[in-house]
């Protein structure tokens, strides 16, 4: 909704609404069926990395369109509003580039990664591990040639389509994270079948002694933590920001079908019950895209704002879950069939409900956060 967001290059934000919006109708029906099928329709993914939509946030000499946390708001909450390709989890591993990677792994990386042309993948979760990570048992030993990574990992957006793959693993420092090809030996993949965010599926990745460089290091040894908790903001306020296009869209969707069907004498937005389930969710979808908003310039700023962005995912989930609950009482039959896209966006919100932050463990942070010094948050 940008009711407060604050792109750069304004310009860059007009025509990036504008165009992704045809992207969108233009190439519905392939997109549908990529989503049907739980395919990651890669073509389309280039296409949107040419026109600077997968690497909003990444230098414009690194292959990026050079833009802030506004511009990469922008792009996810865009690519909710028209169910386009999420390249969140690229965007994440573009900024742990930006931040951590030496000069040969950005060179390496960085372009293809910003222009669609790379698939990234993020390998976190075990079947074992997932809010805490702690319990993480992939390893990683140091031996006279380099490291032997070990484990399994679970539910890998695009670990089976990517080339490249970010990994945490125990070492005897701590937490390390390495960039490993999916082509080298020992690493095998096997794609799973989400419920929602179809288009880029998910994966079991496996880890049988992976060898690797120490080039292959994605920071020092020991210092996974640092790495992981260093874009925790930003995927939370791209989750926030695909989830209020997720909203939008369902609203708006609903409204018009809503107003050109008849029932009894009128239509059915002149009830003034469906009235006011509209002005409920729009409320909710507008406070959290200023929240979201708020959060966005914060980060651009350069100002901590982990509580702002949690916040900001939260409500982000309550809202879309709400809206898209309740819009099919403005919809009916209409809505529960596949044509329409209701269901899957129902589908897609439980995703981002768990994954990269799930609503529990954001609760806690912000409880967390109140407990420890009410009075400084206003209380
Ligand atoms: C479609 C999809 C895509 C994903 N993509 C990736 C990916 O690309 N890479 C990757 O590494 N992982 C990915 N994940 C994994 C995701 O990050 C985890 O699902 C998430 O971390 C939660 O872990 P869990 O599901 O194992 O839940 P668990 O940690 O087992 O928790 C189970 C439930 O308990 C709740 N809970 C946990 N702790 C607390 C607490 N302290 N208080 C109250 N409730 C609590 C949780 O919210 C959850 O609902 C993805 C998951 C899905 C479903």
């Known amino acids: 909704m940008y009711v407060e967001l604050h792109p750069a290059n304004p310009e860059w934000a007009a025509v990036t609404i504008r165009d992704m919006a045809a992207f969108g109708i233009e190439h519905r029906s392939e997109l549908d069926s990529a989503s049907r099928d739980a395919r990651f329709p890669r073509d389309l993914y280039v296409e949107m990395g040419r026109r600077g939509w997968v690497g909003p946030m990444t230098p414009i000499a690194d292959g990026g369109s050079g833009g802030g946390v506004a511009e990469y708001c922008l792009v996810e909450e865009e690519v909710g509003r028209h169910r386009l390709i999420s390249p969140q989890i690229s965007i994440q591993g573009q900024c742990w580039l930006l931040a951590w990677g030496s000069p040969e792994q950005r060179q390496r990386y960085l372009p293809g990664i910003a222009t669609g042309e790379c698939i990234f993948s993020e390998s976190i979760s075990e079947p074992g591990v997932g809010s805490s990570l702690k319990l993480m048992r992939a390893t990683a030993t140091r031996d006279a040639d380099g490291w032997v990574i070990n484990g399994h990992k679970c539910h890998v957006n695009l670990g089976h389509q990517c080339d490249v793959t970010l990994v945490y693993a125990m070492t005897d420092a701590g937490l390390t994270a390495f960039l490993v090809d999916r082509t080298t030996h020992g690493l095998s993949t096997r794609q799973t079948d989400p419920i929602g965010l179809r288009m880029i599926p998910t994966a079991d990745v496996m880890f049988d002694n992976v060898r690797v460089p120490d080039t292959a290091l994605l920071g020092e040894p020991g210092m996974g933590m640092q790495t992981f908790l260093s874009t925790f903001n930003l995927s939370r306020l791209g989750n926030a920001s695909e989830l209020i296009g997720w909203g939008r869209r369902a609203l708006a969707e609903a409204i018009a079908y809503a107003a050109e069907r008849r029932v009894g004498d009128g239509m059915v937005t002149d009830f003034q019950g469906i009235q006011w389930t509209v002005a409920n969710l729009y409320a909710e979808l507008y406070a959290a895209s200023l929240v979201r908003d708020h959060a966005a310039t914060l980060s651009d700023q350069g100002t901590e704002h982990s509580l702002e962005t949690t916040l900001a995912k939260m409500l982000a989930v309550n809202a879309a879950e709400h809206t898209i609950n309740e819009v099919f009482a403005l919809v009916g039959a209409h809505g529960l069939y596949r044509e329409q896209d209701f269901g899957d966006m129902l589908q897609d919100i439980k ?29």
């Open 351 to 379: 995703v981002l409900r768990v994954a990269g932050g799930s609503l529990e463990v954001l609760r806690n942070y912000i409880a967390r956060r109140i407990l420890r010094h009410p009075e400084a948050l206003g209380l």
